[in-house]
């Protein structure tokens, strides 16, 4: 090799380093620092999105909740409904009765009466057909002045329901539009984390591409040094007088050196996506007069209706989705429409009848009314909701 080939091939290194160095000032864009900005804004809004779904499935069990709440508000506004139509029913009646007696006695005059008083046969007797007398006209008054009471009472009830239904209503609608506005952002950042996953997935295929073409050149460059090396050794093994054959093959091919492919590790991407009971329960005297009271408030005074309220209650403290307690069945927020309307209250105070004790006693050693033995829920069957239908009540096993 004549001194200038050797000049050329050491011009061509130097060439070559010098592309390769310039290829490497003219990327100074790190994507290591990108890569792990956007990883971590990535890592973020998952987390992010993540919580969001989690409220939407809270909010979505509180809407459910306040609806069931809802359904069971307007069933006790129909029962209201219908109690003071035949409430007013019996005060008409009454109201007629009493003027019947009234326009008879008038009607006849004082004659009749004096008649009365003057047939007795003794003073005692006289006093009893002149208290019988007077009894008629207070009895009169008295049953017109219950009934009128009674028909406040149930108006008073159905005021507090329909209270207690726009309430909740306006609660629903509360929980509605805060759910419309979680699925809002839901959707803004579901948006959002989608483009920064393409600008991630675009950052890891640039460095891919980028060491790629490092390990290209520097293959080249260890070629090119190699064949300088050989090119030297010839130089100088000419120089030294030893002679070569010119027939002689130059082997000095290039050696391919594996490249270290260094691509960026790809991280996943984590998206947030009864039967009947004869056992029996051990109950203190307060789960006692509870129950008694809750089925009094529920269901007519007759054995089957009370028992298919208690069957119910005691379906649920034995089932793991309810609480496992009378007292926390009957208190559950928004479950039993006495609890929280100060019916179950007064009961309570004022004593529940023999026959509900009888009906919750039976109830707590394992008694069931096997119609309804598999049923948790009852409304008033005046909703018209499906089910079997004891006593008023509508039960059903699920909504």
């Given amino acids: 090799m004549n001194l ?27 994507f290591a620092d990108e890569k792990e900005t956007l990883e971590n804004k990535t890592s973020d809004l998952q987390s992010q999105l993540a919580g969001i779904n989690q409220d939407l499935l809270k909010i979505s069990d509180e809407i459910s909740d306040t609806q069931m709440r809802v359904t069971i508000v307007n069933s006790e506004i129909l029962r209201s409904e219908d109690e003071l139509t035949i409430s007013q029913q019996n005060e008409d009646q009454q109201y007629e009765n009493m003027k019947s007696r009234i326009k008879y006695m008038y009607e006849n005059g004082n004659s009749n009466m004096l008649e009365l008083l003057f047939s007795a046969e003794s003073m005692s007797d006289f ?10 006209s207070q009895y009169d008054r008295d049953m017109l002045s219950e009934l009128q009471n009674i028909h406040a009472d149930i108006e008073n009830q159905k005021m507090a329901l329909q209270n207690q239904q726009a309430s909740l209503n306006n609660l629903e609608n509360e929980l509605q539009q ?15 984390l989608a ?3 393409a600008q991630l997935q675009q950052i890891r295929e640039q460095e891919a591409a980028k060491a790629a073409a490092e390990a290209a050149a520097k293959a080249q460059q260890e070629a ?12 100088n093994a000419s120089s030294s007088g030893n002679t070569t054959s010119s027939n002689t093959t130059n082997n000095s091919g290039s050696a391919n050196s594996g490249s270290s492919n260094s691509g960026s590790s790809n991280s996943g991407n984590n998206t947030s996506g009864g039967s009947t009971n004869n056992s029996g329960s051990s109950a ?8 008694a009271a809750i089925i009094q408030c529920e269901a007519y005074q007759n054995y089957d209706s009370l028992l298919a309220v208690a069957t119910v209650i005691m379906n649920r403290v034995y ?13 559950a927020a928004g479950q039993f429409e006495p609890a929280f309307s ?7 105070n004022a004593g529940p009848t023999s026959l509900s004790y009888q009906v919750a006693q039976d109830a707590i050693n394992g008694a069931r009314l096997a119609e309804v033995a598999d049923c948790y829920y009852f409304l008033y069957a005046g909703t018209g909701h499906s089910g079997i239908n004891i006593g008023g009540n509508v039960f059903f096993p699920s909504w």
């Fill in 4 to 30: 200038h080939t050797k000049r050329r091939l050491k011009a061509g290194v130097a060439l070559l380093c010098s592309a390769t160095m310039t290829f490497a000032l003219a990327t100074p864009y790190s």
């Fill in 127 to 136: 006093l009893n057909k002149a208290d019988f007398i007077q009894n008629i």
């Fill in 178 to 192: 805060q759910q419309a506005a979680l699925q809002q952002k839901a959707d803004e950042t579901s948006t959002d």
């Fill in 195 to 197: 483009q920064f996953q």
């Fill in 224 to 235: 090119a040094a190699k064949a300088q090396q050989q090119a030297q050794a010839s130089a």
């Fill in 284 to 291: 203190n005297k307060s789960d006692l007069d509870l129950l």
């Fill in 319 to 331: 089932d793991s989705r309810f609480p496992n307690s009378i007292s926390g069945v009957v208190y």
């Fill in 342 to 348: 100060g019916r179950l209250e007064y009961v309570l």
